[in-house]
């Protein structure tokens, strides 16, 4: 495998960065990750304009312009021969000695790109069984419409998931109503058909793949309501999957440890996860 470091491709096992680069050390960068779909990177124009988003909220540079960033992605993608995967981007302040407040205006970013292969035969052997979600209490910052890589409650979420038994673990409101996952956009799909996620202008990261759910959904002649919903109408829900690039669309099927409708995947998710496929050819 091969990295893309700071304007070098690197055998992956060798690829490195600086000590004190301020990712490492204070969290201090944005990330992305995008899907390669037999060959396609998708949605890289979504992608790159929320990188951006990201970049400006927190003064940080692009690390070079936008045609050259996409043009290495797509080299770090052939050089690692990826037909179905996954592509890592992160952008951080770049190094410089520790100290909280930002380095001089002249210090580069540092920016890393790698890329690997996922088996489209396991993803669909996973959707059609689904997986378990658990809930936890919100406990990140109010800016997680920012994808930065400060992913420690992400972290700690998914870790308690899996030592529960389920895959994802959803940040829950005191209130009950539901966030997100600790990587993935919630939904619900109500008894009427009607397919139900959070408003994205706050508590959640706009999801590309959510996004371009939107854009599924309306191909299918599904109504989309974009609102909060709490984990008692989710647990009564006829569907609730989970979108994200790494995952797609990926059905849910108990909440913690209650079965959602029949225990098995919906037919809507399964729909709008086939049909988002369909997108890539
Ligand atoms: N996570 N919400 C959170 C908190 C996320 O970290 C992600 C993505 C999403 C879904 O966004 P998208 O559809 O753009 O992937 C929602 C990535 C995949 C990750 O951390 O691995």
Redesign the pocket.
Known sequence: RIAYVNGQYIPHANAGVHIEDRGYQFADGVYE?CEVARGNIMDMTRHLDRLGRSLSELRIGWPMNRKALQSVIAEVVRRNRVYNGLVYLQVTRGVAKRDHIFPSADTPPSIVITAKRTDPVVSAARASKGIKVITVPENRWER?DIKSIGLLP?VMARQQAKEQGAQEAWFIDPDGTVK??????AWIVTMDGILVTRQAETG??R????TTIFDVAKKLGLKIEERGFSVEEAKRAREVFM????TVVMPIVAIDGESVANGHPGTIALSLREAFFDIAE
Do not use: M, S
């Open positions: 990750v997680v992400n997100e996952g600790a990587a993935t956009n959640i990261l999801g590309i793949t959510r979108t994200a690039a790494t």
